[in-house]
């Protein structure tokens, strides 16, 4: 079977994806991946025939800022409620389509999974005549986002000459990597769910830990991230590391791959500073992470019963960090509470109460008790098989 996984080009998507398409690998299958030019080395350096299509990643928030600058000013909701339709449809998945389509068109996939994002996918789809499998990146988002997407995705497939996207919208399987205890209230009643175990992918080639990682003096280590979107907010890192200061704990902090470690200036012996480091490398070894809320950073520490202290910018991660807090197994600020004292205040409880502890462990475990990716992908495909 020609299996197409496509996905918008932030890592918070990809990775999400990546146990199921080595899934598909492992079982045979034709695989392709698609996303944008910023990321398809990534996807090739995992062994898939990567697709470059669309705009990347950083020039996608680039045009969106140009286009809507005061947009971080507004409320979290309201931000949330702009990107959805302006950005991920007339922006990203605008620029996607015709390429997508060409590809796809010339490699005649038997089934596309996408990722919940990727709202050029249902075009294509469409006008091909090729069955759809939604694919998650966290907790199933609520409906009134996804009615928000409608008029605009309806208004990209018209000028493509697809008129009727019932089918790729009321019909697909919606994989689902969310644990039910993280789930949020409200999320759309997809007809058919397919649960699959998340999993962070493993480090690509060449890349592993830094030896000073391994030579940390203390006996608790604490993941400091913000991922690779949210990760320039001024003055976000420094407070930690001011608020970690004095603090017995070793610090594992990543910048992003366009971040500059050096900004952050000289650190002690128990800090290390470095772009990225895989995070299937690092969470193992934490006691607990500080980060911003992105669904797959938080569900890769729960899947390592790691407890967490969120601080929520943007996109969903406000609906992410109440989830986990929701839990019991992370404490949230926002970003009018991020200071020096409010981390430390808020990491020592984290480290010093066992109940977050606990419950990470009971989110890992929910995770763990979730089906693997190669029998999630034997039913999907089996499905589709039989039809």
């Not at 971080?72 to 996607?96: D, G, K, Q, W, Y």
């Not at 000028?159 to 996207?165: K, R």
Request: charged fraction near 20%; glycine fraction near 10%.
């Amino acid at each position: 079977m020609r299996i197409l996984f496509t996905c918008y080009p932030g890592f918070g998507h990809l990775h999400p994806m990546l146990p199921l398409a080595r899934a598909a690998l492992r079982a045979g299958h034709g695989v392709a991946l698609a996303t944008g030019p910023d990321l398809a080395p990534r996807a090739e350096a995992y062994g898939f025939d990567a697709w470059a299509v669309g705009l990347g990643s950083g020039e996608t928030a680039e045009r969106y800022r140009t286009l809507y600058p005061d947009s971080n000013e507004l409320p979290a909701e309201e931000r949330l409620r702009m990107v959805t339709p302006r950005m991920f449809v007339e922006i990203a998945a605008r620029s996607r389509v015709a390429g997508l389509r060409e590809r796809a068109a010339r490699w005649d996939p038997e089934l596309i999974i996408h990722d919940q994002s990727e709202l050029a996918a249902p075009i294509v789809a469409t006008a091909l005549g090729t069955p759809t499998v939604v694919h998650s990146w966290g907790p199933m988002m609520p409906a009134e986002l996804f009615e928000l997407a409608k008029p605009a995705l309806a208004s990209l497939a018209a000028e493509h000459g697809v008129n009727d996207l019932s089918r790729v919208i009321e019909e697909p399987v919606y994989v689902d990597i969310c644990p039910p205890s993280l789930q949020l209230p409200g999320g759309p009643e997809w007809k058919r769910i397919q649960p699959v175990r998340h999993e962070d992918p493993q480090a690509a080639p060449g890349e592993q830990l830094p030896a000073a990682a391994s030579e940390l003096p203390y006996s608790r280590t604490v993941y400091v991230t913000l991922g690779t979107v949210v990760n320039k907010l001024p003055g976000v890192f420094e407070a930690v590391l001011e608020g970690l200061a004095g603090v017995e704990v070793n610090a594992i902090v990543t910048v992003g791959m366009d971040g500059d470690p050096q900004r952050l200036g000289p650190q002690p012996a128990h800090v290390v500073v470095e772009r990225y480091i895989p995070q299937a490398l690092v969470l193992p070894r934490c006691r607990a992470m500080i980060a911003h809320a992105g669904a797959g950073t938080m569900l890769g520490a729960l899947a390592n019963g790691v407890p967490q202290l969120l601080l929520p910018h943007g996109a969903e991660q406000h609906l992410n960090a109440e989830a986990c807090r929701r839990a019991g197994a992370a404490l949230v600020l926002g970003p009018g509470e991020v200071g020096a004292q409010a981390i430390r205040a808020a990491l020592l409880r984290i480290l010093e109460e066992p109940s977050f502890a606990d419950a990470a462990r009971r989110l890992g475990d929910e995770i763990a008790a979730m089906p693997p990716a190669d029998d999630a992908l034997a039913a999907l495909t089996g499905g589709f098989e039989a039809v």
